[in-house]
């Protein structure tokens, strides 16, 4: 399956849910923005201060940013929204680190989405490493947050689960997949991703040998992510080799929109 965002103009959002009654407010934006490292407001529109629906079917580009926030020179806006279509929880197909009756009860969010100026770069990995970065500066200064949402991978984490994977990435790690990369099982027992062709225009699906178990299966594909989202596009077959593990082939789908795999053992 692909991500929403893979073939649209939309950006990508990343939604901070927080405990009802727990939402920051402006001051506590400019409050994080003083303690984050690199952090700074550009502009800030007090009008747009209160959280603003977002009906479903509604893309992230409709919301109406409150604060610019500037890192390295890269700017991104902040909206106030109440449960946002693609924030809810109920709307997420994929959930990581989060308990099985986890129901999010919470009465806004924050979403952070690539500046107007970022319009084609959007999708490259310093502007979502710097996405990512906000995001957790963000929850680590803030009380409060209980999950976030990737709109291109459909994906709620848990904000736990998010600081220490977005964190893990950040500090020069892998890839936070699955998270930013969801993964589903489909037809034939193959893993196939959710969310990858937002950073390469393609989904992976990963063939699975009958002896393989699916959870180790994920974890090759979650290896297989990171060196995708750093190669880009698959246009002819080949073979990546993950560290530590035996060669994979790889080959686009006849449609293109697929980079298939398979293990060489």
Known sequence: MQGRHSDSGDPAGLFVLFEPGARPESADIRAAADRAPGLAIGNEDSQRAEAMPLPPGNGVSDAMPA???????????????????????????????????????????????????????????????????IALSLIDACEGATALSWTPSSALMGADYFRIRAGEWLAGGAFPAPGFVAFQEAMGGAIQSCGLGYFTGQELRLERDSASEKEDSIR????????????????????????????????PSRNG?????????
Do not use: M
């Open 67 to 133: 604060f610019e926030l500037v890192v390295d020179g890269l700017t991104f806006d902040l909206c106030f929204t109440t449960q946002p279509h693609w924030g809810n929880a109920g709307a997420c197909r994929y959930r990581y680190g989060l308990a099985d009756d986890f129901r999010d009860a919470g009465d806004g969010a924050i979403l952070v989405r690539p500046g107007s100026h970022l319009t084609g770069a959007e999708r490259g990995l310093p502007v979502v490493r710097t996405q990512a970065s």
């Open 220 to 251: 090759l594909a979650a290896t297989l992510v990171d060196q995708l989202v750093r190669c880009g596009k698959i246009d002819s077959p080949g073979q990546i080799v993950p560290q530590g593990d035996t060669a994979i082939r790889v080959e």
């Open 257 to 265: 929109r697929f980079v298939r795999a398979w293990s060489q053992r």
